[in-house]
């Protein structure tokens, strides 16, 4: 084996982070197939690489019997201990049959083969790197697309970002950077292949995760989240400790951390609101930033009627019903609403001997044009 060939390999374990034995192993495996196939040979042979001889031998492995049957894979017990007198029935003897010519020949059915084995293992290597990165958010440059996907280059292999999973509000164009969500990773003949989103509720978490300090060290944490991509999303935090807002936390000074996730979601609106364990209380601070009056609760339904004064009606329901189905969706509760006027004629509201659990807390209701 030439230097260069061995300058090759510490090439490929450093900058391809193959392992070295790796690619002998392919080599090996590539020179067995290049001799059976070249020289008409059916018999177990082996190949002996040595790094620091830089030779290659071919050596025929055949079984010592009693009699043989094929010359090609047995030896007789006679002619193998005139090698060696300590051979015995059942051994595996092995002789060096390295052809003249195999050079030529071997390197070029070898390059394929080890070619081939090396971009598997690139492949394996890709794999086991993403797998881990599942959920996860990255930043991509945009390549190029058609009518099924954009490709998002993310390094080392280019994502799907399928037309689904687009931002109706956006458009792409090569070079562009985006973060996107990496929602599954398969393995496949042609390798790894990654399928990316930006509509995932997920993408929001993770773009908080990195804009919120407080989230990332679990001093406020992110209990649910509801989007519809492109127009508004909900998102529910909490923090344990009680002097710690976490609300105003995730809003920042000035409202400059929300704004930062904003304006990556091109001017998508996003209510932060505060999680309780108490649906009365959780349902009405996500229907901001309507107020409500009151928050009548049926745990066998997991079902909720709210009452909202009559002027917030509208906006509590949302324009085609939006605020209240991310509102149901943040909670994981049935909400039917009602207006005061209505819930009075059906004599739900007011209730008697009945004290409000509602906080009466300022809603957080951002987008691009509000925050300056």
């Known amino acids: 084996m030439s230097t260069e060939l061995y300058d090759a390999l510490l090439y490929l374990e450093k900058e391809k982070g193959i392992e070295r034995n790796l690619i002998i192993e392919a080599i090996e495996a590539a020179l067995v197939s290049a001799y059976k196939r070249n020289f008409n040979q059916a018999q177990n042979v082996r190949v002996d690489l040595n790094l620091e001889s830089g030779t290659m031998r071919v050596f025929a492995r055949k079984e010592v019997v009693d009699e043989v049957f094929d010359s090609r894979l047995e030896i007789s017990e006679a002619q193998a201990r005139e090698i060696n007198p300590s051979y015995e029935i059942g051994d595996i003897v092995e002789l060096e049959v390295t052809p003249k010519d195999f050079g030529r020949i071997a390197a070029q059915t070898a390059k394929q083969v080890v070619t081939q084995r090396v971009r598997e293992a690139e492949r394996g290597i890709i794999y086991s790197e993403f797998i881990d990165r599942e959920e996860d958010i990255m930043t991509g440059i945009v390549q190029r697309q058609d009518s099924r996907f954009i490709y998002v280059s993310l390094g080392k292999i280019e994502a799907l970002l399928p037309l689904a999973e687009q931002m109706p509000n956006e ?31 997920g993408l929001l978490k993770r773009l908080f995760e990195i804009e919120v300090p407080e989230i990332f060290d679990g001093t406020v944490e992110i209990r649910s989240v509801s989007r519809e991509a492109g127009d508004r999303s909900k998102i529910s935090v909490y923090a344990e400790n009680p002097e710690v807002d976490p609300v105003g936390a995730c809003v920042g000074p000035k409202g400059n951390r929300v704004q930062a996730i904003v304006n990556e979601l091109k001017g998508e ?33 997991k079902a909720t009627t709210v009452v909202v004064p009559d002027y917030q009606l509208s906006l509590a329901i949302g324009k085609r019903g939006q605020n209240a189905r991310l509102a149901a969706k943040l909670t994981g509760w049935k909400i039917d609403i009602k207006s005061e006027t209505d819930a ?15 906080e009466d807390e300022e809603a957080y209701d951002f987008s691009s044009e509000e925050i300056e």
């Open 171 to 201: 458009s792409y164009k090569p070079h562009d950077r985006i973060k996107v969500y990496i929602t599954k990773v398969e393995r496949t003949t042609k390798g790894p292949q990654i399928f990316v989103s930006r509509t995932h509720p």
């Open 269 to 301: 609106k996003i209510d932060i609101v505060k999680w309780s364990e108490d649906p009365v209380v959780f349902v009405a601070n996500a229907l901001s930033p309507s107020k409500v009056v009151d928050v009548q609760v049926d745990e066998e339904a």
């Open 344 to 358: 009075r004629e059906a004599g739900i509201y007011p209730r008697e001997n009945v004290v409000s659990a509602i």
